[in-house]
């Protein structure tokens, strides 16, 4: 089994395309912002002013895109935008809703993006909102509170690929949203799609009417201009009425530096102007609207936004944790209904991250403080090791999420970290009835007085859904069963190409699994997963001591099946990563007092000052000096001096 931090940067950079970072006509229009409103608008594209009172909730069409990574999602996004003008016609616009760094490097969508057009057709001004929405598993979080601004979705699916994982799982999403789902089949200049096999899978798998189907090439712009007649002839208009009291769903938020957190509405029922007192019904807060406008595409102040839009508005939040995603805004002192709302993100894996020099600790807080502001999802709790010193355990919402994160870290910021194993949230349940989430294996009941009263021990499960070619259903099942997998079921997509879903425990699909899938499938196969509640588990915790001495920060709770060849793994890769002593250093796993793997590193007995024989004492004092500064960024466990580095090898599997 693979062990630490699993999912690296190296992995991914092969996961995912690397892009190059590229400038972008839009955010030239950035420095025109200090005009106003009418003058910037105009300043962008002489010919168009906006009015939005001219715009009747039946002239609105709020529509996402939903799509497998990669189908083609942001391209369509930047071929739309030119189409409207919304951004000059270059054609070599790419990726433009993509804005973060890590987005752009990666070549994915993290952030659901929002941005409004403005399209005439037949005669009438339409302005149509498109959110960009991630296609990562990690992500659909943001696709689902996404799509419940929206009233209807372009699915899109690669005419070579065709269907693949992500693209069930995000029908499925919209389909739940009672939303209206319009087929497109993207790519189809490329010399190996198949639009006729695809149109066949689209209809066997979803039932979706497929008559008028619509066939196109976002790259290319084939067939382009057919999108949006088709968005505004099939999605309805939104529902909310102008008279009645204001309401507005929260769907996203963000920090800008200047203003504080920026809040996306979708304005349900109402208006709302510049200087209005709104109410956020989730926190009971009064909050005065100071800027209020639509992102076309970077943010264009607009004075109101009316029922069916969906824009912008800046309101003195300071965190982004006040933006509860899903709250209802509405005026103060006036009854509404609250909206539905979304259950809150919940984290699905848990690491430590601790600096490599400990001296960063206050540096790396900033910035933890400084990203976390940007990204509600991501739950933070100090925590100090043995081993490690001070640091964070940090809860995210997937491997993708954690790495994204990781990196952001070390881009933006500059910052040498260590992040531990990844942990998912493991539940005990106990005789009382009580029940506790384990986020770090040291909060594990393994002590005789705790173990006493626990019932049983319980695992998070996911229902896997899995695509490829029949011909890997052998290997498929293979990688499955070793992964402690129960087989639920399999269909064939069409004549070549299976779906087999799995219930897998959530630890086994956060370890190397998608490597795995990729590797025994040549790449053809594609996953994705969705929560599956807890299943009761056999699960030890198991320690590695140095010279008796339990080191925290590596602990780790494992199924009772993995336990020895783990053990067996690591004491061997530790002995790689620690320097001789001078004394022997006995390094072990242990299950309790039960000793799983043994190796020993012999004494070695080290005089750096051997060589320096007369009297050269200034070099002498040199190197002791030197030696001095070497063991500051030492640990000590026990008697056993361990260096960060050490850990950094192990944790990054430099070893
Ligand atoms: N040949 C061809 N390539 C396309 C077409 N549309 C998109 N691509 C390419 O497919 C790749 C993925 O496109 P994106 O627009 O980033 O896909 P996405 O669905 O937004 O990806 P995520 O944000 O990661 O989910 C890029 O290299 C695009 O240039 C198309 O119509 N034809």
């Not at 920090?255 to 208006?271: A, I």
């Not at 290997?475 to 064939?492: A, F, H, N, S, T």
């Not at 196969?525 to 339990?550: C, I, Q, R, W």
């Not at 793997?597 to 200034?618: F, H, M, P, Q």
Request: glycine residues 6%; charged residues 25%; aromatic residues 8%.
């Amino acid at each position: 089994m693979t062990l630490l931090f699993q999912y690296t940067s190296r992995r991914l950079a092969s996961y995912y395309r690397c892009r190059p970072i590229q400038r972008y006509p839009i955010l030239s229009m950035q420095r025109l912002y200090s005009k106003s409103t009418t003058e910037k608008i105009k300043a962008g594209d002489p010919s168009k002013v906006i009015d939005l009172p001219s715009f009747p909730a039946e002239n609105i069409r709020n529509f996402s895109i939903i799509a497998h990574i990669d189908h083609g999602k942001s391209t369509l996004a930047d071929r739309l935008l030119e189409l409207t003008n919304t951004i000059s016609q270059r054609g070599s616009n790419k990726q433009v809703l993509d804005k973060l760094k890590v987005e752009r490097e990666r070549g994915i969508t993290v952030k659901a993006q929002t941005v409004s057009m403005f399209y005439n057709y037949k005669g009438k001004e339409y302005l149509l909102n498109l959110i960009d929405t991630p296609g990562h598993v990690d992500f659909s979080y943001e696709v689902s509170r996404s799509l419940a601004a929206c009233q209807g979705t372009l699915l899109l699916v690669d005419a070579a690929q065709g269907i693949q994982a992500q693209t069930v799982a995000n029908f499925y999403l919209a389909f739940g949203e009672g939303l209206h789902i319009i087929p497109v089949l993207n790519k189809i200049d490329l010399p190996g799609s198949d639009p006729e096999r695809v149109v066949k899978q689209i209809e066997s798998a979803f039932e979706l009417d497929t008559s008028s189907i619509l066939k196109i090439s976002a790259k290319s712009g084939i067939n382009i201009d057919t999108i949006l007649p088709s968005v505004i002839e099939n999605i309805p208009s939104p529902q909310g009425s102008i008279q009645k009291p204001f309401r507005a769903l929260l769907f996203d938020s963000w920090y800008d530096k200047y203003v504080g957190v920026v809040c996306m509405l979708g304005v349900v029922d109402g208006v709302l102007r510049k200087g209005d007192k709104v109410f956020s019904a989730h926190s009971d807060t009064k909050y005065e609207i100071t800027e209020v406008g639509i992102m076309h595409p970077e943010q264009v102040p607009t004075g109101y936004l009316h029922a069916g839009q969906v824009g912008y508005v800046v309101c003195g939040m300071k965190s982004a944790s006040e933006a509860y995603i899903g709250d209802t805004f509405h005026h103060l002192n006036s009854k509404v209904e609250l909206l539905p709302g979304f259950q809150p993100a919940q984290s699905m894996v848990f690491a430590g991250i601790f600096p490599v020099d400990t001296n960063d600790f206050r540096k790396l807080d900033d910035n933890i403080k400084k990203l976390t502001l940007n990204d509600a999802s991501v739950t933070v709790h100090k925590e100090t090791s043995n081993a490690l010193g001070q640091g964070w355990r940090l809860g995210f919402l997937g491997t993708l999420h954690m790495d994204v994160f990781r990196q952001r870290l070390e881009n933006e910021y500059d910052a040498n970290i260590i992040v531990t194993q990844p942990t998912v949230p493991y539940r005990v349940v106990y005789k009382d009835k009580t029940t506790h989430i384990i986020r770090n294996p040291t909060e594990f009941p393994d002590s005789d007085e705790r173990a006493f009263k626990v019932l049983r021990l319980e695992e998070p499960m996911v229902l896997a859904t899995m695509i490829f070619p029949e011909e890997y259903m052998g290997k498929m099942i293979e990688l499955c069963g070793g992964r402690r997998g129960e087989q639920k079921d399999y269909v064939y997509v069409d004549d070549k190409r299976v779906m087999m879903k799995y219930v897998l425990p959530l630890a086994e699909v956060v370890q190397d699994f998608y490597d795995e899938l990729k590797s025994r499938s040549s790449g053809y196969a594609t996953f994705d997963y969705e929560e599956h509640g807890y299943e009761e588990s056999d699960l030890v915790k198991m320690s590695v001591l140095l010279n008796s001495k339990p080191v925290d920060a590596l602990s780790v709770i494992l199924h009772r099946s993995q336990v020895d060849q783990v053990g067996r793994d690591w004491v061997k890769r530790l002995k790689n990563v620690i320097q001789r002593q001078l004394f022997d250093v006995v390094i072990q796993t242990a299950l309790g007092h039960k000793i799983v793997a043994r190796e020993t590193i012999s004494a070695l007995r080290k005089n750096v000052t051997a060589k320096c024989y007369g009297g050269d004492v200034s070099r002498k004092m040199k190197l002791l000096q030197k030696q001095k500064e070497g063991k500051k960024r030492m640990k000590m466990i026990g008697n056993v001096e361990l260096p960060q580095k050490a850990f950094y090898d192990f944790m990054d599997k430099k070893t």
